[in-house]
């Protein structure tokens, strides 16, 4: 799993509605901190979102705004277990789910069920 601190960082970009600024970032989290966090420690937080496939930044004039491209720490961990091992994860995720009637059920819900596929249709 993500570290506390990205996880964190990426409640609040989820949160946000809206994409945000690192300095935006960094003073949300100041705001619950008693030890402040460096604004280059915030960039290299949302740096690892970004290569985990956790959020994305887009250039807004001189400065990137970021936002996150999943909801929470369940959705880190598949982000990166996708962008580690690609196709072969979805692979062995099928295999499972189709050995374990239990867990395919559970997935068909799922699937029926996601707002995210209605709204890619």
Not at 73 to 84: D, M, N, P, Q, Y
Request: aromatic share 6%.
């Amino acid at each position: 799993m993500g570290t506390s601190l990205q996880i964190r960082v990426l409640n609040l970009l989820s949160a946000a509605g809206r994409p945000l600024h690192g300095r935006e970032v960094q003073e949300q989290l100041n705001t619950e901190r008693e030890d402040r966090l460096a604004y280059t420690t915030v960039l290299t937080v949302l740096t690892r979102l970004v290569n985990n496939g956790a959020a994305a930044r887009q250039r807004n004039g001189r400065q990137y705004v970021y936002r996150a491209t999943c909801r929470d720490e369940v959705g880190l961990a598949v982000r990166k277990v996708f962008t580690s091992f690609g196709p072969d994860a979805v692979a062995h995720f099928v295999d499972q789910a189709y050995a374990d009637p239990a867990l395919r059920a559970q997935l068909r819900l799922a699937v029926d069920g996601s707002a995210l596929l209605r709204e890619s249709s």
